[in-house]
């Protein structure tokens, strides 16, 4: 079946440090990849995606890039902040014309605390 | 609307109780989606509507849960007899159409007691 595997968590960084977060993936087709993120009190938000191989996404700094031959999408930033503080999750969607549905298949998440 | 919206955003349940959740999509999207994220975990997909067509109940648990969209708007997620493991946080999410950004409402928290 299809799945996500990321990171465990939690991370702790200081500020302006670096960030990444490894996601992969199993799929029986050729998947979206997008990553998520919930900031504290708020709903979960798109941070970025990619639709094929070798595709980067890129938002706030943030910037992921579709890896078809390692099955990977991994995060990073290079310069984390207090307010990146949040939970992150990586998540895959076959759409319809790749006999998939709109569903999106979510890791278990990780959370990131990045101190002053 | 602004955004999607849930409600109510807690609920609590004595077990064997029926609940009914409530999501307002954002207005002219097509496409609503119910999630499941239980503590620590990521969301699970449950179910998909287009309109007022329901394309996708694969991720339904049992046959408890039972979700509607009659005009094509709002949606309703109820599940009857909730046990213990109901607990979670229900996701509502609207697109435009398929193949568009999902925008994720605050979720509504269910406890079962």
């Known amino acids: 079946g299809n799945s996500v595997t990321q990171m465990e968590g939690p991370v702790t960084l200081s500020e302006e440090a670096f960030l990444t977060i490894n996601c992969t993936y199993t799929a029986t087709g050729y998947p979206s990849l997008f990553w998520y993120v919930q900031y504290p009190g708020e709903g979960l938000q798109l941070l970025l995606k990619?639709?094929?191989?070798?595709d980067k996404g890129s938002n706030k700094g943030f910037e992921a890039t579709y890896r078809k031959e390692t099955t990977s999408f991994h995060l990073e930033k290079g310069s984390v902040q207090v307010s990146d503080s949040a939970v992150y999750f990586c998540?895959?969607?076959?759409?319809?014309?790749?006999?998939?549905?709109?569903?999106?298949?979510f890791g278990k998440g990780t959370k990131l605390t990045v101190n002053p | 609307g602004a955004g999607v919206s849930q409600s109510p955003r807690y609920k609590v349940a004595k077990r064997g109780q029926d609940v009914a959740l409530r999501c307002d999509p954002i207005s002219g999207h097509v496409s609503l989606f119910w999630y499941q994220q239980a503590l620590g975990q990521g969301p699970e997909f449950l179910t998909y509507f287009q309109n007022e067509a329901q394309l996708d109940k694969s991720g339904l648990p049992s046959d408890r849960f039972f979700a509607e969209r009659p005009e094509g708007s709002v949606s309703t997620l109820k599940i009857q007899r909730t046990q213990q493991e109901d607990s979670a946080v229900y996701l509502c999410?609207?697109?435009?159409?398929?193949?568009?950004?999902?925008?994720f409402g605050p979720g509504t928290r269910l406890t079962v007691l």
């Open positions: 999410a609207s697109s435009w159409a398929w193949g568009t950004e999902q925008f």
């Open positions: 998540a895959l969607k076959l759409g319809i014309t790749q006999g998939g549905s709109e569903k999106l298949v």
């Open positions: 990619a639709t094929k191989a070798d």
